[in-house]
Structure formats: structure tokens, C-alpha cells
């Protein structure tokens, strides 16, 4: 079946997720006729929904710094630019250390993010208990502070990037699955879905955690592999603290753990498992909760008769370096890759957006530049970065 005149796009985007739908507002802000597909019912349905929401330029890599300063900018002016509530909230990140190791690690990492232009400082314990004033002081040696850095709603950001991208005219085809691409030589040139075909000068593909499988039909072994994580959510108490307070210390069955003060006042938290729980589960384990309101008690004390109100699991799409892979793909010309967002595809969206605008319109920055060469399906994927 020949794609119509109507089917026919600039930009096609595989995924309304946390990275497709900032991408279709800023493609369709462009200018550029933009049509985004999705196998489920509504924008955000997969792991967009399930991120806790926080939001940070404070990297240990210089592309994910910029793509976060990118997103920050995005979250931190929508409200004020385009009307909507997406609960930004500029608490700030804290990584804080229990031990030699990781201050050190910290300190070092500090040093060089300054130099790279962040706003973040290491603080002692005394002055670290001034921002977080209970967090347990037992131990504790300092932590960094970005206050910068913050949270949003993901379900609300992401309702919000889909209003204005509609209203801007991008178009979104819901429970339809692309099945294959279709390819003229060596440039892809549309999608073929179980509804529909669909010919663009650009196909994108930002389908989260199902990255490998379908780009596999362009025989590409793409690295993603989905990684099953959980977090949970208390009851409402009077805020206490604001930032993102990370806890690097590991503990059996838990490599991190890190929560933060929503501003309806609950508290959100989510921990790293370990080893990694490797597929596709979205049915909350009966060994999270216990491990995870033990470590919360551990760190918070003043936090042991909060209620837990839900608990949930989603996926990150995990690459070996931790990092996403972002740019196009020698010897497939109009083929896009968005994938591999590990656990920070919500920060990263807007800023991905951005950055794959500038690429389909050819007015890439020496940024843009810098970003798409370290993030390239092509790399070594050999390092893995500290702040993960
Ligand atoms: C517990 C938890 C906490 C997290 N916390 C944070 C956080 O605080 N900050 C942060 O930045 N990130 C966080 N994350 C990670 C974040 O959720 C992901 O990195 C991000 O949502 C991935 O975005 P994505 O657009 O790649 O994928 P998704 O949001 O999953 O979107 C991909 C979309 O592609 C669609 N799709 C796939 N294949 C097809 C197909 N063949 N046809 C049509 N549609 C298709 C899917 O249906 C899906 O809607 C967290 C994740 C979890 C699980």
C-alpha cells in the first residue's frame, strides 16, 4: 500500500514518551510536520510515568551535563512561558558521603563540574546539616549541594509538552504499534505500523525500553536492555527538606538509594537494585518495600512513622555506559536513534528535543556537536559514568 499524501511527514517519532513528546514540541515549533506513533493508549504510559521526576545538570559527563542545563532551562520556565502547572519544583540536588571513598569521589567531581560551569559546592557536615536537618549526622562527612537542579510531575510535563505540540499541529496516532520500517536503499523513509504506512524524511526512533527489538528490523544491534526499578510514595507531612538527597552508600540488594520532599509534602524515594533486575517488570516486588522504608528509616529517622501510600516498578533502558544513545547511524540515512536513557530519560527529553530539532534543521551548535559525538550508536561504550 503507497502512503498517501496525508501520511506523509517531516519527522516521524516512534514513542510518546518522556523523550518523543518534547521532541514533537520542539520539531513542531519548528515548523517541521510532525507525527508521533505510540502502541499504547496515551502519551507517557511507559516508563515516563513511572520516573520519580527528578531533574539535574549535575553530571559527571560533559554531554549529559549539557543536556541537563538544556531540559533545567525547559522545566524551570514553563510554567511562567506556557501556563502550565508541571509541579517544578527548585529544591536542589544533595550527593551525600558516609565514607573517605565517596567524599572524595565527590569532592574530585565537584571541582571538575565548577569547571564546567555548574552551580553545585561541596559542603562539610556542618553546613550539609543546615540544608538536610535530619538526615542522620552519625558518620556523615558532607555532600555536594546544586541548587539548581529539581523536580517535576513526569505524567504533567509530559500532558503539557503533548497539548502545545497538538496545538503547534504535531499529529499523535495512540494504540498503534510500528511493526517495520520501509527504506529506499540505504535511507529509511517511513514506518509501516499494524494500522497504517507512513513516509517521512526522518523517523525517529525513541521507543524506550523496546529500542533493541525494533531496531533489529534494520538489522542494528542497538545495546539497550530493560532494567526493572522500583520507587514508592508516603503520605503527605510538613516539609522538612528540599533537595534530592542521594545516598551512595550500598547496602545488601541495593546499590544507592535516594528520595526526595515532593511539594504536596509526601515523599518519594527509589533505590538502584543489585545486582539489576534485568526485563520488563511493572508488578511492584514484595522486597522492595521492606528494604526500602528500612533505608529511608536509616537515613531519615524522623521519617519512621510515615505511611507509605503506593509503591511502584517500571523500566530503565539500560546501556552498558550508563549513558543514552543519541544520533544517526552510518549507512542508514533518515534514521534517528533516541534510546538508552538509563534512569534519567525524564531530565533528559526537553534537551534531547531541542538537540534533534537543531539536527533535522541542520543548524547544529558546536554543542549539539560535542553532545551527538560522545552519545553516537558508534561509540566504545567501554567507560561508565560516576553519577549514573
Ligand atoms: C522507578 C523509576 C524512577 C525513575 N526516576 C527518574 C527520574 O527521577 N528522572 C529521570 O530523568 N528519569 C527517571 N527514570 C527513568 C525514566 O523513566 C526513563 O529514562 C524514561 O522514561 C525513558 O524515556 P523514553 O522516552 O526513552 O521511554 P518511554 O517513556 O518508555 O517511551 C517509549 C514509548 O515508546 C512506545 N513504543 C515502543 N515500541 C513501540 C512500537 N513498536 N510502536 C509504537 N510505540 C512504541 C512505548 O509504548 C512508550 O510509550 C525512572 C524510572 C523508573 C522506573
Request: aromatic letters at 10%; a negative charge.
Amino acid at each position: 500500500m503507497p502512503a498517501n499524501q496525508d501520511n506523509t511527514f517531516d519527522v516521524i517519532i516512534i514513542g510518546a514518551g518522556s523523550v518523543g513528546v518534547p521532541t514533537a514540541y520542539f520539531m513542531a515549533k519548528a515548523g517541521l510536520k510532525t507525527l508521533v506513533i505510540d502502541q499504547l493508549p496515551s502519551v507517557g504510559q511507559a516508563s515516563n510515568k513511572h520516573a520519580i521526576g527528578g531533574v539535574r545538570a549535575t553530571h559527571s559527563d560533559p554531554a549529559k551535563i549539557h543536556l541537563g542545563s538544556r531540559s533545567l532551562e525547559v522545566f524551570s520556565n514553563w510554567e511562567q512561558e506556557n501556563g502550565d502547572d508541571i509541579e517544578w519544583h527548585q529544591g536542589g540536588y544533595s550527593f551525600v558521603a558516609y565514607d573517605e571513598a565517596n567524599a572524595q569521589t565527590l569532592q574530585h567531581l565537584t571541582t571538575w563540574q565548577k569547571e564546567h560551569g555548574l552551580n553545585i559546592t561541596w559542603l562539610d557536615k556542618e553546613n550539609i546539616l543546615k540544608i538536610i536537618p535530619n538526615i542522620i549526622p552519625e558518620g556523615l562527612i558532607g555532600g555536594t549541594y546544586s541548587p539548581e537542579d529539581g523536580s517535576a510531575s513526569p505524567l504533567l510535563s509530559v500532558f503539557a509538552f503533548h497539548k502545545h505540540s497538538s496545538e503547534l499541529g504535531a499529529q499523535f496516532r495512540f494504540n498503534e504499534t510500528v511493526l517495520d520500517f520501509i527504506r529506499d536503499g540505504d535511507r529509511v523513509t517511513g514506518v509501516k505500523t499494524d494500522q497504517n504506512i507512513y513516509s517521512s524524511q526522518w523517523v525517529i526512533n525513541a521507543s524506550g525500553g523496546w529500542a533493541k527489538p525494533l531496531s533489529a528490523k534494520l538489522g542494528l544491534n542497538v545495546p539497550v536492555e530493560p532494567d526493572s526499578h522500583e520507587a514508592g510514595i508516603t503520605e503527605p507531612a510538613e516539609r522538612i527538606f528540599h533537595p534530592m538527597i542521594v545516598d551512595m552508600r550500598a547496602r545488601p540488594g541495593l546499590a544507592n538509594f535516594y528520595f526526595y520532599q515532593h511539594p504536596t509534602g509526601k515523599i518519594i524515594f527509589c533505590m538502584t537494585p543489585d545486582p539489576p533486575i534485568l526485563g520488563t517488570h511493572t508488578l511492584a516486588s514484595s522486597e522492595f518495600l521492606p528494604k526500602a522504608a528500612r533505608r529511608l528509616v536509616e537515613v531519615m529517622p524522623v521519617l519512621r512513622h510515615i505511611r507509605v501510600r503506593r509503591v511502584w516498578r517500571g523500566i530503565y533502558p539500560m546501556t552498558p555506559d550508563g549513558s543514552p544513545i543519541i544520533g544517526q547511524v552510518t549507512g542508514l540515512a533518515g534514521f534517528i536513534l533516541a534510546v538508552g536513557m538509563c534512569g534519567q530519560g525524564f531530565m533528559f527529553g526537553p534537551g534531547i528535543g531541542q538537540l534533534l530539532t537543531h539536527f533535522v534543521l541542520d543548524e547544529l551548535d558546536e554543542m549539539d556537536k560535542i553532545i551527538l559525538e560522545s552519545l553516537s550508536f558508534h561509540r566504545e561504550f567501554g567507560s561508565m559514568e560516576v553519577l549514573k
